[in-house]
């Protein structure tokens, strides 16, 4: 007897280290941080579920699909989707409990701490026009030979596996080309991950814009009383803030804690240390960008719904987008780094206003000299090709896509999310999708630009 239970110890102790071992391959993650792991999974999973079901319109098996890209052990996961309250909650093998709640107007937010303050947050929806895109949403502009061009390159990605949704092209302000993949529409708001860094920063312009004496002075926030009061607007809107952050996107990271465990995203970068001279050096942050959010936060008032109104009434009304929510945590601030969710067209009208250097329709709504300066490479020591929240292709050494005008710049995002601003041949493309692995961008992108 004695020698069975020890064998069975034996056993049981090489399963442990044989899990231990193929852990990081078979789950994603390692198995010293399960506790954390159950806990990103839940909140990934009813957050994207909630959003993917109720904004863009996805089916469970969707949902679950593009879980299971970041890690197998999301296919574990048990989504239950309430749709009278609009509720998604889900568990890992009955462990780590978490919900995340839809508004209209503001989209799904984590059901962490006190989220009651948004209940009484109340949107107005943008109202249809017939006009000719990008005013309105009649497009008569469509290029045949361009349509049959992209609409092959789409079945192309498809064929790859690259999970393409949508793409589109403009030219010369015009929409010449569009083509969408299975369940997805004109209309279908999709999640651009990173690339709402890049609109987070246009609020930014937009608020300067509005007003040109607005508070900028040091420190941005009266938190920062000691060595970070020496961050400047401009380190934070080029991620050269100095701030120390952990962007790997791993179980117990600043950047996994933000997006799926806190209730306010933006306080994990406000507490974190300064660990470089601010300037100096380039780090790739989605918490930056979330101090942006919370800077923009305070100066609107500090209250969800003229946090809300802005966006609104500053951004979406005047560009006619219809097909997009900014999504907010639990506090009330857009969560700037990674929830915005926009149809191909809403995207293309952000890239067309960039494009425009700020005009729209006559109206100045960023100044020509705020989009040259987020267009211009950063003075850090190690990569200058990031301007105010868009990556450049040229400032460094050699081009970030060869095959590309060296004046081009972009909205980028997880999953290989992209608009490319391209002023020198006048065009505006996007491209909209759900890639493990990466895009063939330059080469793509290339086949459309006069």
Known sequence: MKKFILTLLAIIAGLLILLSLLAPTLL??????????????????????????????????????????????????DLEYDDQVKRVTATLMGMGETS??????????????????????????????AAAWPRGNTVTSIVPDQQQRLEAILQQDNHAGLNTRALLVVQDGELVAEAYGEGITPETPLLGWSMGKSLTAMMVGRLQALDPQVDMS?????????????????????????????????????????????????DIALQSPLTKAPGEYFSYSSGTTNLLSRWIYDRLGATPQSNMDFFYQQILAPLGMRHTTFEVDGSGVFVGSSYIYASARDWARLGLLMLQNGDWNGEQLLSADWVTDAQTPNQSDNEPRYGYQFWLNSGGDELRYPELPADSYFMLGNREQIVMISPSTKTVMVRLGWSKKNYPTGENFAQFLP
Not at 55 to 68: E, V
Not at 240 to 254: I, M, N, Q, V, W
């Open 28 to 77: 994603g993650f390692s198995i010293t941080q399960l506790s954390n792991a159950v806990r990103v999974s839940t909140g990934m999973g009813a957050k994207l579920a909630c959003s993917g079901r109720y904004l863009s319109g996805f089916s469970h098996t969707r949902n679950l699909d593009d879980l299971a890209s970041y890690s197998p052990a999301n296919r574990l996961l």
């Open 100 to 129: 995340a709640t839809y508004r209209p107007g503001l989209g799904c937010t984590l059901d962490i701490g006190d989220t009651s303050a948004l209940d009484d947050v109340t949107t107005t929806p943008i109202a249809h026009s």
């Open 218 to 266: 040091r420190p941005l926030f009266p938190q920062w009383n000691d060595d970070r009061s020496a961050i400047s607007m401009e380190d934070l809107l080029q991620m050269s803030s100095g701030l120390a952050f952990d962007e790997t996107y791993a179980p117990g990271s600043d950047a996994t804690r933000m997006l799926f465990r806190a209730h306010s995203a933006s």
